[in-house]
């Protein structure tokens, strides 16, 4: 199979938003490998400890490159997006987390109001390598990169690249990392994948609502599943798989991960609805992406040793 390099010269500016209306920037046959070079989060405008995000930012958050079209992908197949690599790029201190007014999980948003004044903006930039990122003279954080914001298109709607959903967009969920693979719905011709928001570390729930972030060379392989209609993106490493729902409130992105879940275990594994609806109650995992985001997300995964 081909190997197909997407540049940042190649991509000739992100999109902000995810949808059906760009034109291809890579067509791809279905088992290629495609190098792309991502930009971090706020396209590399954040350049030092003394910036304001307020003042620098703008409205465009989160470029995607893409969209990489797919041949023979139609409505109601799968991609399969194997993450074979992320490696960091760019000059250092390459890494950038920053706390943005109104923005982050403790404090008030424009979608959670409140009377309380907004929290400082602060900037911190950071040198990251393969051997980790260095936050102090005392802490370094292993080097733990994943695919923050990865999709295909909606079928017709066009999407904030901030906003994840049945498509997958902005789900920051770390398990999106190399050696696994994720599915993603085809809701159109070509399936139209994005992605961008590569991650060098982050906690669960990313909770000031910047992770580590940093510019890559991320490196995917794309296989086609036909015929495989799936509702919401699905995961899958070595020792286990995932359902991910994207939604609010947190409580229902839950619910609609563990359904999916049950699903899946009933079409392809051969349980019982309710066999498996009561063993994940006893063997299930859930881990959460984002409690930031317009949507939040949260992944429900089980054991291969319970398949």
């Known amino acids: 199979m081909a190997t197909h390099k997407l540049t940042e010269e190649d991509q000739d500016g992100f999109h902000y938003t995810v949808g059906p209306y760009f034109d291809p920037v890579l067509e791809i046959e279905p088992g290629d490998t495609v190098e ?9 405008v954040i350049e030092s400890e003394n910036d304001k995000p307020s003042e620098v930012l703008g409205d465009n958050l989160n470029p995607q490159n ?30 950038t987390t920053c706390m943005i007014a109104e923005f982050g999980g403790l404090t008030a948003t424009d ?29 370094t954080i292993p080097y733990e990169p994943f695919i923050g914001t990865i999709s295909t298109s909606p079928k017709i ?16 969920l770390p ?20 992605l961008g928001d ?41 020792d286990y798989i995932m359902s991910i729902g994207s939604v609010r409130p947190m409580e229902d992105c839950a619910r609609i991960a563990y359904k999916d879940l049950i699903e899946w275990m009933v079409d392809d594994y051969g349980y019982d609805k309710w066999e498996a609806y009561m ?19 949260i ?5 291969k040793e319970y398949l």
């Open 279 to 297: 063993l994940l109650t006893q063997v299930g995992n859930v881990r959460l992406g984002n409690m930031v985001d317009p949507n939040y997300t």
């Open 36 to 44: 792309v070079e991502t930009e971090d989060a706020f396209e590399g």
């Open 66 to 95: 893409g969209p990489i079209y797919v041949e023979g992908a139609e409505e109601g197949d799968a991609l399969a997006v194997s993450i074979e690599s992320i490696e960091p790029r760019g000059p250092q201190p390459r890494g």
């Open 198 to 238: 590569c991650h060098a570390a982050q906690g669960d729930g990313e909770l000031h609502g910047v992770a580590i972030e940093h510019p890559t060379n991320t490196t995917i392989t794309v296989d086609l599943i036909k015929d495989w209609e799936i509702e919401w993106p699905r995961l899958e490493a070595d």
């Open 111 to 139: 979608r959670t109001a409140m009377l309380n004044e907004p929290l400082p903006e602060k900037v911190k930039k950071l040198d990251v390598t393969t051997d980790g990122t260095i936050w102090n003279d005392d802490i």
């Open 157 to 172: 709607d066009s999407v904030n690249a901030l906003t994840p959903f049945k498509h997958g967009g902005n789900m920051d």
């Open 175 to 194: 398990n999106v990392r190399p050696g696994n693979t994720i599915y993603l719905p085809v809701n159109i011709e070509g399936g139209y994948v994005y």
């Open 299 to 303: 992944g429900a995964s089980i054991d």
